[in-house]
């Protein structure tokens, strides 16, 4: 069964960090772009980052640069997305989704049930 499971939310206070995972199963993450989108109670669903099938190139929405970091963990067949400097803004439930087209945020293959990330002192 083809499957995308994110993990690693909860709450932590601002300037905080987080590590979030996306691992899949059924099939391998090394040659296919992967993105991770947030979602805040009635708001549309926003890209965050991602990282591209084939040169690896890195995307990222303005306001995490510099602070969040997404990179590839093929021995655990995942992706993680380093959070750091953790704002109240960041509060969401943060998804993950497969073969992406990274400059458009467009994925083919949605993620789970997503993991919460609450930034909150």
């Known amino acids: 069964q083809v499957q995308l499971v994110e993990s690693g939310g909860g709450l932590v206070q601002p300037g905080g960090s987080l590590r979030l995972s996306c691992a899949a199963s059924?099939?391998?993450?090394?040659?296919?772009?992967i993105a991770w989108f947030r979602q805040e109670p009635g708001k549309a669903r926003e890209g965050v980052s991602c990282?591209?099938?084939?040169?690896?190139?890195?995307y990222y929405t303005d306001s995490v640069k510099g602070r969040f970091t997404i990179s590839r963990d093929n021995a655990k067949n995942t992706v993680l997305l380093q959070m750091n400097s953790l704002r109240p803004e960041d509060t969401a439930v943060y998804y993950c989704a497969a073969d992406c087209y990274c400059p458009g945020y467009v994925c083919y293959l949605p993620g789970g049930q997503g993991t919460q990330v609450t930034v909150s002192s």
């Open positions: 990282i591209s099938s084939r040169d690896g190139s890195t």
């Open positions: 059924g099939f391998t993450l090394d040659y296919r772009a």
